[in-house]
Each structure stands twice: as C-alpha cells, then as structure tokens.
C-alpha cells in the first residue's frame, strides 16, 4: 500500500483517532496533575536538538524496533497473540523501555511501553511503517513541549 494509501486509510480509522486521543488526554492530565506547562518557545531556541528528537529520532526508533526486530519477531512466533497484541509487538515493546532506560528516569522509561505497544499495534494493523512514525513524532512533540 502507498504512503498516500495508508494515510488515507489512517483518516478513517477510529482506532488511529483513538490512540492521538488519548495522547492529547495524557497531556491534559500531566497538565492538570502535574501543573506543567506547555513551552512551544523552547522548540525555537534549539531547532537542532528538536529536530533530532521530534522527528530523527523517533523515525530512526521505528525504523529499529518496529521495522526489523518487530518484523524478525512476527516471523519467529507467527500469528501469536495475547488479547489482539501479537507476541512480537509486546517483546518489541519491552525492548523499546530497555533502551530507554539509560536516557530517562526509570518510571518514564516503563511509561514508554504503552505508546510503544500502541506504535506496534499500527505496524501490525498496516504493515507499514509509517502509522507508527506518525504517533511517534506526534507523542515526542506533546512530550517536549510539556518537557523540553
């Protein structure tokens, strides 16, 4: 399927609108809880750094752990599921919090395993890499804007 395909296919998908849904009620709740507040001016300050970790960064994660390990998983245990996750989304996912845990405190490390599992669950819904590269720039945009 084309790049134009999937997003197409994207606009129509509550479960796509339900995962950027969710990300903005994340947002708002760290927001509420939390009562931080939104820094759009800090992505100006450092466009390279932002431009790194908005958009490089995120494009070179899916690339890793949903374009090779979760695709060498999927052919390792085949169709295996639990509930409607596949066996090698959720061993991508645990991977993904591993390499996050020398970058980021421990609780935000294992915080990055349900936006992964949602990130692998796109991958497995399309076969494609792009729904994921999507959610991912859009979550790391929410989350440096909250914390740059």
Do not use: C
């Not at 100006?44 to 998983?73: I, N, T």
């Not at 796109?122 to 720039?137: A, W």
């Amino acid at each position: 399927m084309s790049g134009g395909g999937v997003i197409h296919k994207l606009l129509h998908d509550k479960w796509f609108g339900a995962a950027v849904l969710a990300a903005l009620g994340f947002w708002l709740g760290l927001i509420l809880i939390f009562q931080v507040t939104p820094q759009p001016g800090v992505l100006w300050q450092q466009p390279r750094k932002y431009l790194m970790l908005l958009l490089v960064l995120p494009v070179l994660e899916e690339v890793v752990f949903r374009g090779l390990a979760q695709d060498l998983l999927q052919r390792w245990f085949r169709q295996r599921r639990v509930l409607s996750l596949s066996y090698a989304n959720l061993l991508t996912s645990v991977s993904f919090v591993l390499a996050h845990i020398p970058y980021h405190p421990l609780l935000w490390s294992l915080a990055v395993f349900v936006p992964s599992v949602i990130f692998g669950f796109f991958k497995d819904r399309y076969n494609s890499l792009l729904p994921p590269i999507l959610l991912h720039v859009f979550f790391n945009i929410g989350y440096f804007l909250l914390y740059p």
